[in-house]
């Protein structure tokens, strides 16, 4: 088996900004002195009369965002994750989202793969800080290929919109072909045991993990869900009638993240048990990316070991089920 | 300097006289709003009233009756907490039917207690949240810039206690640092916050230095004396290389004896006998 494509997320993003500067002329795009990280470098040097820098001030950053947005033009606000969700929550809270205005935000450097730099720059609570903000749709691409995808799409949808992207080099998991629609979740594999929800660089390791299932006679449901707002109920509610289960995976914060969004919707419409896999309400230390991984439980074994648990609470439910029917008076 | 920018004023000079009247009924129509109201904003609202009749009735390329004009120039008010003072003057000048000023605040009211985009028409960006107008006034100078756009400008009124937001700064050195030469920033420095003196609170003198050194063109006027209004607004269009601000040193709850210069009026609206009191004053 040859060994998969690595690419980081930023790089598919870089790509997309690029194109669209080509096709779409009221494009622009804004960093704060991170350019290079974020690679809106590629645009800047395109199209420079349309890259403005901002230097390290994020909450100018987005104010001067909204600003162009209101002016007609569709910005893309480019930083590390941490800081222009963090720095500038409020200045996206008011002048992006509460005025509804077009303006795109990208966050490179998210997660814990960020790696060396430790947890300053270890972004893992943006989904819970972003979708809690009415009208801001939050992607999280799986790979470079539907980076591209997702910042073609955000340019195409008409209101704020957050990406969050990484810098560690990842498997390359979709086909340029496959289609990228905003609020759809994409199922990669199908299965009647269980659904494995997950986003991010962790779809390549909820494919591992259902390989392994699959290994020992489970049949996981496996989803892509690279919209964590809105999230696509439809897909959840299928996934907790037809397979009875749910783990979701998020190299983020398990509090109020995509396991918290899906939670919101099963609890509700189809309660079914459930597992988060994602950082334990923890900071990010500094260390190799696959090593962190690891070391915070986000590996294809800790997903599997989560389908165990989760599989375990299913059965003893069912079979409770079973006698509570077969103590049943005549 | 020769000025290529040299924007001929909207409309002729006004009648001094006539602007005075006006600055005096709107003072009323604020005072019966927040009474109306039961609550907001009266020492920040009266302390602009100068500022909003220069821009409104001189200065600014807008028409009531087509709001979002293409060709309009921006008055981004930062310092939301002001509002009710811009609600009274867009509806004077037609943007609104006048009857809603009763509603502000009011639940169903498009007239909220800080500004919502667009909400009535003429008020072009949300606020209340302080520090982050200038920030989107930039944007839109830049976008302007970008576009090859000379004729529009854009205007940008902060409060001089909202400075101590680095926001602010930000913008501030980002607007020098891009010589926005089409972007006015005018502080009503009333020098009252809301717990007190700004210099007590957190000392921001010396402004017009300040501004200076970040690359800004300053002028420091009276910003009670109409004239001097008419004239820095002015001066301000003529201005290259470099964006304008305007320090406007005004007085917090002008035209009240009993509000004037009184940080307790920050954000009290006035008792129906208070409003009786005050609407004497300014007959």
């Known amino acids: 088996m040859t060994a998969p494509v690595m690419k980081p997320t930023r790089d598919g993003f870089g790509e997309g900004l690029l194109e669209l500067g080509k096709t779409n002329p009221k494009v622009v795009a804004l960093s704060g002195d991170l350019a290079d990280s974020t690679r809106a470098i590629w645009f800047q040097k395109a199209y420079p009369d349309r890259y403005i820098e901002i230097g390290i001030a994020e909450q100018n950053l987005i104010g001067t965002a909204a600003g162009l947005a209101l002016a007609g033009k569709i910005p893309f606000a480019c930083s590390f994750s941490a800081f222009i969700t963090g720095r500038s929550w409020e200045q996206i809270r008011v002048a992006i989202?509460?005025?509804?205005?077009?303006?795109?935000?990208?966050?490179?450097?998210?997660?814990?793969?960020?790696?060396?730099?430790?947890?300053?720059?270890?972004?893992?609570?943006?989904?819970?800080?972003?979708?809690s903000l009415p009208n801001l749709t939050v992607l999280v691409p799986c790979d470079v290929v539907e980076a591209r995808k997702a910042t073609l799409a955000a340019a195409e949808h008409v209101g704020p919109v957050f990406i969050r992207l990484g810098r560690a080099p990842v498997p390359v998991v979709t086909a340029a072909e496959e289609p990228f629609v905003i609020g759809q979740a994409s199922r990669r594999r199908d299965g009647k045991d269980l659904t494995i929800i997950a986003c991010g660089i962790m779809v390549a390791a909820a494919d591992a993990a259902a390989a392994q299932l699959a290994g020992e006679g489970t049949q996981a449901r496996v989803l892509n869900m690279a919209t964590i707002k809105p999230i696509d109920r439809t897909a959840v509610i299928a996934a907790a009638q037809e397979t009875g289960a749910i783990v979701t995976v998020e190299e983020h914060?398990?509090?109020?993240?995509?396991?918290?969004?899906?939670?919101?919707?099963?609890?509700?419409?189809?309660?079914?048990?459930?597992?988060?896999?994602?950082?334990?309400?923890?900071?990010?230390?500094?260390?190799?990316?696959?090593?962190?991984?690891?070391?915070f439980h986000l590996t294809?074994?800790?997903?599997?070991?989560a389908a165990h648990e989760v599989l375990k609470i299913k059965q003893s439910a069912a079979s409770n089920q079973q006698s509570a029917t077969r103590r049943r008076p005549r | 300097m020769e000025a290529n920018v040299a924007v001929a004023p909207a409309s002729p000079r006004p009648d001094l006289a006539e602007l005075s009247a006006l600055a005096k009924s709107l003072r009323r129509e604020i005072l019966v709003m927040l009474s109306q109201a039961g609550s907001g904003h009266p020492g920040a609202s009266l302390s602009m009233v100068e500022m909003l009749i220069g821009l409104y009735w001189y200065k600014l390329r807008h028409d009531p009756k087509r709001p979002d004009w293409a060709q309009r120039d921006l008055f981004l008010l930062s310092k939301g907490h002001g509002c009710p003072a811009l609600y009274a003057v867009l509806a004077r000048r037609g943007y609104f039917d006048r009857a809603l000023l009763a509603t502000l605040r009011k639940l169903g009211?498009?007239?909220?207690?800080?500004?919502?985009?667009?909400?009535?028409?003429?008020?072009?960006?949300?606020?209340?949240?302080?520090?982050?107008?200038?920030?989107?006034?930039?944007?839109?100078?830049?976008?302007?810039?970008?576009?090859?756009?000379?004729?529009?400008?854009?205007?940008?009124?902060?409060?001089?206690?909202?400075?101590?937001?680095?926001?602010?700064?930000?913008?501030?050195?980002?607007a020098g640092h891009y010589h926005l030469d089409h972007l006015c920033a005018i502080i009503d420095a009333n020098s009252l916050q809301q717990n007190g003196p700004v210099q007590q609170i957190m000392g921001i003198e010396p402004l017009a230095a300040k501004w200076s050194a970040f690359n800004w063109h300053t002028i420091e006027i009276d910003g009670?004396?109409?004239?001097?209004?008419?004239?820095?607004l002015d001066e301000a269009a003529t201005v290259q290389g470099q964006p304008t601000v305007i320090v406007s040193r005004t007085v917090k709850g002008k035209g009240v004896s009993f509000m004037e210069n009184r940080a307790e009026w920050h954000g009290v609206a006035p008792k129906?006998?208070?409003?009786?009191?005050?609407?004497k004053e300014l007959a």
């Open chain 2, 109 to 174: 009211s498009p007239l909220q207690g800080h500004p919502q985009q667009w909400s009535p028409p003429g008020v072009e960006i949300a606020a209340g949240s302080l520090g982050q107008g200038l920030s989107l006034a930039n944007g839109w100078a830049l976008a302007l810039k970008m576009d090859g756009d000379a004729q529009r400008r854009v205007y940008c009124l902060l409060g001089d206690g909202e400075i101590q937001e680095g926001q602010v700064w930000e913008a501030a050195m980002a």
């Open chain 2, 224 to 232: 009670h004396n109409q004239e001097q209004v008419l004239n820095a």
């Open chain 1, 253 to 295: 914060t398990v509090v109020g993240g995509l396991g918290g969004a899906v939670a919101e919707v099963v609890v509700q419409d189809q309660p079914v048990p459930m597992r988060f896999v994602g950082t334990q309400d923890t900071f990010g230390v500094s260390g190799d990316p696959a090593e962190l991984l690891k070391a």
């Open chain 2, 272 to 279: 129906p006998d208070e409003l009786e009191r005050a609407l």
């Open chain 1, 300 to 305: 294809a074994d800790d997903i599997v070991q």
């Open chain 1, 97 to 131: 989202c509460y005025q509804n205005l077009n303006v795109k935000i990208a966050g490179s450097h998210g997660g814990l793969s960020v790696g060396a730099d430790g947890a300053t720059a270890e972004a893992l609570e943006e989904f819970t800080i972003m979708r």
